[in-house]
């Protein structure tokens, strides 16, 4: 039957047995059926260069969904870790047609929902990927206009909007327009509101006894029947807009049946119906006008601060401070001439700051601010303090609370400053108080004379040495660190490291009374070099030729005590033979 076909159907035949042959040695298998329509040789182009490499740029022109957000650099192809990656890098093809074409690196379980952009917290971290990436909550118009064409609705991860409404039922039912998130957190949709609302950030703050009010005596629970989108039916929300609170009688019936027009809080405030509030109350007509921070106290405040009793407001003293203010200071400023009387220092706008300046402290305290202490904050020097440290440094009985302290028993400077040098200087400062060394100017201002005040005096280059370089600084990574000034060594030992070695020891070891080595037989402390020693002093008297002869000549570098060659000085044998040949070979020897 073969030998019967005609020459064209030959052709034909033959074309396809070679286009079957090609494509089965050119494709490496079966595309997914996403891509089924772009079977066949003839379409390789489509998402192939020439060469079989795969142009990411030709997966984007079908792909228009995904091409849009890598545009608009959102979502998870266009974070740092992907935008850089080739598609076939995750995407990979020719699998065959039930070949799923995304690879999940690490497993789906384990994908990292924070490179799209929206970050899984709470609840939201328990729930399967097609909990929320469902078909019938994409709301992405350009997705949904791809179905059918370059992705499926059911299989696609993309459309999903971040609004919390797409997904969840509006349980208030369109009354707040607010961000679900302002009230609400991603742990527990309900206990979340009780801790995040904030009812002062409301167009009607809750003041006074509506503190107290629960929520549902105003916000009435509502009947609704009409079915949600699950066609469940949760029948009952909270009434929060529009509610009217413009009038107290929204809420409150008027007892006074309008006697008194509708604005109640003329007379009445949230803390109870009893209590006058006052607020439009002309105060100027009465004896005491209220002037500065008056005018702005509440009337409970002076009429009566005991909310469980009826006010008072006749009768009541107002002649001095005292009358209403009890005495902050407790006494310690009664011996003034003016009997410690408020107004002395403190003004009706404000009990802070005071009047009194510095120089009313110079003037008409014992104690005159100099220097720094002039531009030192009143709070430094006069602190509020527990009862305990105040009646010790005022000998005033204390009150039971904390109090500023104005009277000082002791006005040196360690009843302020803490004693930095840790009593190295006790007996001085017991007999001239800081002052010996130290002005007010600066706390580094010293009137402290090296030459004269101390026992070892500056002479030479030790004039030119930081001071620290003598005197260390202790207790590194205290609060406080300590300065070490007293006991110090005055000899040079003490800092000096002995360079020959132990050559010109005195002693065997140094001890606090005595050095082991006598430096300033050889050397001044104007300079190290040169020295002053004294060879005709010696035991070795250098005379003759013996004068012009280099020191090195005769004291060579060695090895003394440490690994580093040493110039040798002892000891030194001073024989002729010891350092010249014998020139007559023995012939004067005896």
Not at 306 to 330: N, T
């Amino acid at each position: 039957m073969w030998f019967r076909l005609t020459s064209a159907g030959f052709v034909v035949s033959l074309c396809m047995i070679i286009t079957a042959t090609l494509h089965a040695q050119l494709s490496p298998g079966d595309l997914t059926k996403g891509h089924a329509s772009l079977e066949g040789i003839q379409n390789c182009t489509q998402c192939h260069d020439v060469g079989q490499k795969l142009d990411g740029s030709k997966c984007l022109a079908c792909h228009v969904e995904l091409k849009t957000r890598v545009d608009q650099g959102k979502g998870f192809h266009a974070s740092q870790k992907v935008k850089s990656k080739e598609c076939i890098a995750c995407h990979f093809d020719h699998k065959g047609r039930d070949f799923n074409i995304i690879y999940w690196e690490g497993g789906k379980d384990h994908f990292d929902h924070d490179l799209t952009g929206y970050k899984l917290e709470g609840k939201h971290q328990t729930d399967k990927c097609e909990t929320c990436h469902q078909p019938g909550q994409i709301v992405d118009a350009l997705v949904q206009g791809q179905a059918g064409k370059t992705l499926s609705l059911k299989n696609t991860f993309l459309g999903l909007s971040q609004d919390c409404k797409s997904c969840h039922f509006d349980e208030h039912r369109g009354q707040l327009k607010q961000d679900c998130i302002t009230c609400h957190d991603f742990e527990d949709w309900k206990k979340s509101s009780e801790r995040q609302f904030d009812h002062g950030k409301a167009a009607y703050k809750l003041t006074g006894l509506h503190v107290q009010v629960e929520c549902v005596k105003c916000h009435a629970l509502t009947k609704d029947p009409k079915p949600m989108k699950n066609g469940k039916t949760d029948a009952d929300y909270f009434k929060y807009k529009p509610l009217a609170f413009q009038n107290c009688t929204s809420c409150h019936k008027d007892v006074h049946e309008n006697r008194f027009g509708q604005k109640c809080t003329q007379c009445h405030s949230t803390l109870g119906w009893k209590f006058i509030s006052g607020k439009d109350f002309d105060h100027s007509l009465t004896l005491y006008p209220l002037v500065g921070k008056h005018a702005v106290v509440s009337c409970e405040a002076c009429h009566q601060p005991d909310l469980k009793k009826l006010p008072v407001y006749k009768g009541l003293p107002f002649g001095k401070c005292a009358d209403c203010h009890r005495d902050e200071h407790v006494g310690q400023l009664t011996a003034r001439t003016d009997s410690g009387s408020c107004e002395s220092c403190h003004g009706l706008t404000g009990f802070v700051p005071s009047t009194f300046t510095v120089e009313r402290h110079n003037t008409e305290s014992k104690y005159q601010l100099l220097g720094q202490h002039s531009k030192t904050l009143c709070a430094q020097c006069h602190p509020k303090t527990s009862p305990a440290d105040f009646e010790r440094r005022t000998g005033i009985p204390a009150p039971p609370d904390s109090t500023v302290i104005l009277h000082f028993t002791d006005q040196r400077c360690a009843s302020c400053h803490e004693d930095i040098h840790r009593g190295q200087f006790m007996k001085k400062v017991q007999e001239q108080d800081c002052a010996a060394c130290h002005r007010t100017t600066t706390w580094k201002d010293l009137v402290f004379d090296h030459a004269k005040d101390a026992s070892f005096a500056l002479l030479g280059k030790h004039k030119e040495i930081e001071c620290k370089k003598c005197h260390p600084t202790l207790d590194e990574g205290k609060p406080i660190q300590r300065v070490l000034y007293k006991p110090l060594r005055t000899y040079c030992e003490s800092c000096h490291k002995d360079t020959h070695e132990g050559q010109f020891g005195l002693r065997k070891q140094m001890t606090d009374l005595e050095p082991s080595t006598s430096c300033e037989s050889c050397h001044t402390s104007d300079a190290w070099k040169p020295s002053i020693f004294d060879h005709l002093k010696s035991r070795f008297v250098l005379t003759g030729a013996h004068e012009k002869v280099l020191c090195e000549k005769c004291h060579p570098q060695v090895i003394i005590r440490s690994d580093s060659l040493n110039t040798l000085y002892k000891p030194i044998d001073t024989a002729c033979a010891s350092c010249h040949p014998d020139i007559h070979e023995g012939a004067f020897e005896r």
